[in-house]
C-alpha cells in the first residue's frame, strides 16, 4: 500500500485474527445513517496492523480540533503547468493532482495517525468475504454531488469502469479486480480474480467516485461530455471543496462548500478549514523561491539542501518570524531514491556495468559540498523503515528465499548490500579502478581514454533525463566521475509534460532521478513497481524495466503474507534481491520535511504520526497570527 497524491490507499478484509493480522471493528451506528444490526458482517473500519484505533461512534480524530475555526485563504505555489481537470484519461498535472480528494469524496478515509487503517467516508459500511474473493460497499444515502444529486451506486460502478477503461495508471492498480455492480441503490460488489489477497478489499476503497449524471451529460456548448478527452471544464464534485475559478496554466482556486452533505462525519470533523485554497502554477524553481518571498504564496516544502541551508536566513520576514523555518518528522514511510536504469537499453542488461555506475558515484563529497550534510545514502528499496533487509538473512526471511533459491543470485545468502563508500582520493581511486574492472568483465575496454565495447568498438554513452535545472546541480558532478571511467555522459532537461511523456513512454537511458514511496505495508502496487507484467506497460512504475522471476515470486509472497511477521520477512527478501540486482543507483533520502510557511496558520496541539504536519488538512487561519504577520494579498 502507497500513499500518493491521489493517495493510494490499501487494504484488507475479514478473515479469523488467526489468518490474517487484521481486525475488523464490527459496523454500529455510523455518524449520520441508521444503526447495522449486530452480527450482520458491517464493518466501520479496517486496519492492516491490527485494531483500529478508533471505536464505533468515534468523534473525531485525535489530530484535528473539532473547534478549530473557519476561514481564511491559503495559497500553494507548484512548478509547472496545467491543461486538464480529467482525472479519468491522463491525471491531472502539478498541484492539482493532490486538490483531487478535496473535489471527489472516495469510499473510505485514510487515518493518518495510524497504519494503513481506513474508515467509512461515502461508504457506511464495509462486508469483505470470507475468502477475500469479493467486497461489499454500503453508500451513506445522505451524501450528496454539489448540485444536489445523490451519490450512488451507479456512480462507483461508473467510476469504476470509465477509470479502469481509460486510465493506465487506475487499470494496473484494479488489474486484480474484475467487475463491480450495484447491488441496491446504496450497495455495491467488487469482485476479484483472487482469493486471499489482503489488501483487494479495501484499495477498492480509495476509488475516487465520480458523477455518471455529469458525464453523460452535456457541457455548455450543448456538447455530450466524453471521458476519454482533456478538459478545462469545472468538475462536479461531492467532496469539501469545489473548483471555483481557475487561469489556465497559472491558478487554480478551491473554495469551501458550506453545505457540504460529509462536514459532520467523525473523519471530517476539525478538517478542511480554510474558505479558499488556491494554487500558484510558476515555470521555473528560481522564479519560485523569490515568488515566496515575495508573499506569493504561503507554504513551502524545500527539497533543496542549498537552499534549505543559505536561501531564506538572511531574508528579514525569517529575521522578524514573519516566515517560520520548521521540520516535520517524516514517519511510517519509506523510499527508495535513485539514478535509474533503462533495462530495456541493451547496454544496461549486464549487473556489472550497473554496479560499475554505483562506484563512480561519490554521495559522500556531493553530501558535504551540495547538500551541507543533511542527508543519508539510500541503502533499502524500504529506506527509514523496519522493513529494511540488513545484515544476511535469518529465520523466516531466509525459509522465504530457500523456497525462490533456484530464482535469485546466491549473493544473498552470503553477502550484506552495501554501498561503495567514496568520500577520499584513495576510496575515489580504488572505486574507479574496481568500475573499470567491472566494465572489462562485462566486455568493455579503455581505447583512447574512451570506454568502447570489444566487439563493435561503440563508445559507451549515457543521456540522463531531468525535468528542471536542479538536475544539473547533481548529475554534472557525477559526470565527472563517470568520465574518468572513459564514458560520454550527457544530461537533457525538458518540462515537466514532456518529462512525464517520455518516462511514461519509457523513452529515455537513465532518469537523474525517480523515487518509490513506500509504507508500513506494502502489497499490490509492488507488482506495478517491480513485476515482469508492468515492464512493458506504458505509465506502469516499472520504470528500469525489471523482469525476474525471483522478484515476481517474492512480490507474490508479500502480498499473501498471512501475519504481519511473514509480511516483514517477506519485504526483507523482496529489498534484499532488488538490490542484489543493482537496478539503481541509490541517492539520498532525510527523515524530516523542510517546510516554510508565512506565520498565519495555527494547528492541533497533536500532529498527525503517519502525515507529517498535517497542513494543510486540520490547520486554519490564525487571525491573530494574520495580523502580526500582514494579511496574505
Do not use: C
Not at 229 to 250: D, H, K, N, Q, W
Amino acid at each position: 500500500m502507497i500513499a500518493r497524491p491521489l493517495t493510494r490507499r490499501a487494504a484488507l478484509a475479514l478473515l479469523s485474527s488467526a489468518a490474517l493480522p487484521v481486525r475488523l471493528h464490527a459496523q454500529g451506528a455510523p455518524s449520520g445513517s441508521g444503526p447495522a444490526s449486530a452480527g450482520d458482517g458491517w464493518r466501520h473500519g479496517l486496519s492492516l496492523l491490527g485494531e483500529p484505533k478508533y471505536p464505533v461512534g468515534f468523534t473525531h480524530f485525535d489530530y484535528a480540533d473539532p473547534r478549530a475555526p473557519k476561514g481564511g485563504l491559503v495559497r500553494f505555489g507548484s512548478q509547472g503547468s496545467f491543461d486538464n481537470f480529467n482525472l479519468i484519461v491522463a491525471g491531472v498535472k502539478g498541484d492539482l493532482e493532490s486538490q483531487i480528494p478535496l473535489i471527489y469524496d472516495t469510499l473510505l478515509a485514510q487515518a493518518q495517525d495510524e497504519a494503513s487503517t481506513y474508515y467509512g467516508l461515502l461508504a457506511d459500511g464495509v462486508k469483505p468475504a470470507d475468502d477475500l474473493g469479493s467486497v461489499l460497499y454500503r453508500l451513506r444515502p445522505e451524501a450528496r454531488w454539489h448540485d444536489g444529486q445523490p451519490v450512488t451506486a451507479d456512480d462507483v460502478v461508473f467510476s469504476f469502469d470509465v477509470l479502469k477503461e481509460n486510465s493506465p495508471q487506475y487499470s494496473a492498480y484494479y488489474h486484480n479486480v474484475t467487475k463491480a455492480e450495484a447491488t441496491g441503490p446504496h450497495e455495491v460488489r467488487f469482485t476479484f480474480s483472487e482469493t486471499g489477497n489482503r489488501e483487494l478489499p479495501q484499495i477498492v476503497g480509495q476509488l475516487p467516485v465520480l458523477p455518471r449524471h455529469w458525464w453523460q451529460g452535456k457541457d455548455a456548448a450543448g456538447k455530450t461530455r466524453n471521458p476519454t478527452e482533456t478538459t478545462l471544464e469545472i468538475p462536479l464534485g461531492s467532496g469539501p471543496y469545489r473548483l471555483a475559478r481557475f487561469e489556465a496554466g497559472r491558478t487554480a482556486v478551491y473554495e469551501r462548500v458550506p453545505d457540504y452533505w460529509g462536514r459532520d462525519l467523525a473523519v471530517n470533523r476539525g478538517a478542511h478549514n480554510f474558505d479558499t485554497q488556491r494554487a500558484e502554477y510558476f515555470r521555473d524553481a528560481t522564479v519560485m523561491i523569490e515568488a515566496f518571498k515575495a508573499d506569493q504564496f504561503d507554504w513551502r516544502t524545500e527539497n533543496i539542501a542549498r537552499n534549505w541551508a543559505t536561501a531564506y536566513d538572511g531574508f528579514p520576514a525569517v529575521r522578524e518570524g514573519r516566515i517560520l523555518k520548521e521540520e516535520f518528522p517524516q514517519a511510517g514511510m519509506g523510499m527508495m531514491q535513485a539514478f535509474t536504469f533503462n533495462l530495456r537499453r541493451r547496454k544496461f542488461a549486464d549487473e556489472r556495468v550497473r554496479r560499475a555506475f554505483n562506484l563512480a558515484f561519490d554521495f559522500e563529497e556531493m553530501n558535504r559540498t551540495l547538500f551541507y550534510g543533511l542527508y543519508k545514502r539510500v541503502d533499502s528499496y524500504f529506506f527509514g523503515t523496519e522493513l529494511a533487509s540488513s545484515g544476511l538473512p535469518e529465520g523466516r526471511e531466509r525459509a522465504i528465499l530457500e523456497s525462490v533459491k533456484d530464482k535469485v543470485p546466491a549473493s544473498v545468502f552470503t553477502t550484506p548490500y552495501k554501498n561503495p563508500v567514496n568520500g577520499s582520493p584513495e576510496a575515489v581511486r580504488t572505486n574507479l579502478r574496481e568500475a573499470v574492472r567491472l566494465f572489462q568483465e562485462a566486455g568493455y575496454e579503455i581505447r583512447g581514454n574512451q570506454m568502447v565495447e570489444k566487439a563493435s568498438g561503440q563508445p559507451f554513452t549515457v543521456e540522463f533525463l531531468g525535468y528542471d535545472n536542479s538536475a544539473e546541480r547533481i548529475v554534472l558532478p557525477y559526470r565527472a566521475a563517470l568520465e574518468r571511467v572513459g564514458l560520454k555522459v550527457s544530461l537533457r532537461v525538458v518540462d515537466p509534460a514532456q518529462y512525464q511523456n517520455l518516462v511514461r513512454s519509457f523513452d529515455f537511458e537513465a532518469l537523474a532521478l525517480s523515487s518509490w514511496p513506500e509504507s508500513l505495508s506494502p502489497g499490490n502496487e509492488q507488482r506495478d513497481f517491480w513485476g515482469s507484467a508492468a515492464a512493458d506497460r506504458p505509465g506502469s512504475r516499472n520504470l528500469a524495466g525489471i523482469k525476474d522471476a525471483g522478484i515476481d515470486a517474492l512480490i507474490d509472497k508479500v502480498i499473501y503474507a498471512g501475519d504481519r511477521e511473514e509480511l516483514v520477512a517477506a519485504t526483507h527478501a523482496l529489498d534484499r534481491v532488488l538490490l542484489a540486482h543493482n537496478y539503481v543507483v541509490p541517492q539520498w533520502s532525510s527523515d524530516v520535511s523542510r517546510t516554510l510557511r508565512w506565520n498565519r496558520f495555527a494547528h492541533p496541539t497533536v500532529l498527525p504520526k503517519y502525515g507529517a504536519s498535517g497542513f494543510p488538512t486540520t490547520w486554519w487561519y490564525d487571525q491573530a497570527l494574520a495580523a502580526r504577520t500582514g494579511v496574505a494579498r
